[in-house]
């Protein structure tokens, strides 16, 4: 059974930064290609930025030079460091763990960038 549990989520005001971070129960961390994805109201889900086990990054266009992932192996854990937050960057945030067998989802954290 593989858990993945974000927190960090909150409201900020426009400028300001959040820390996300997705703790994994389970064996799966290290081999997995870590993910953040957002959903804002009646949108679809979208990449916001990945890792892979061998630490490559990836970023969607909306969010590169501001947001910065990154992974800890000894600590089974992912953040997303979000800098310059914008009224847009609201959104329910998601942790994924994946692979080629497998593929996992956190519950999300509710992001809310507001003056």
């Known amino acids: 059974q593989v858990q993945l549990v974000e927190s960090g989520g909150g409201l900020v005001q426009p400028g300001g930064s959040l820390r996300l971070s997705c703790a994994a129960a389970?064996?799966?961390?290290?081999?997995?290609?870590m993910g953040w994805y957002r959903q804002a109201p009646g949108k679809q889900r979208e990449l916001v930025a990945s890792v892979t086990s061998s630490d490559n990054t990836n970023y969607a266009d909306s969010v590169k030079g501001r947001f910065t992932i990154s992974r800890d192996n000894a600590k089974n854990t992912m953040y997303l460091q979000m800098n310059s937050l914008k009224p847009e960057d609201t959104a329910v945030y998601y942790c994924?763990?994946?692979?080629?067998?497998?593929?996992?989802w956190g519950q999300g954290t509710q992001v809310t960038v507001s003056s």
């Open positions: 994924n763990a994946r692979s080629w067998a497998w593929n996992h």
């Open positions: 389970g064996s799966i961390f290290s081999e997995s290609t």
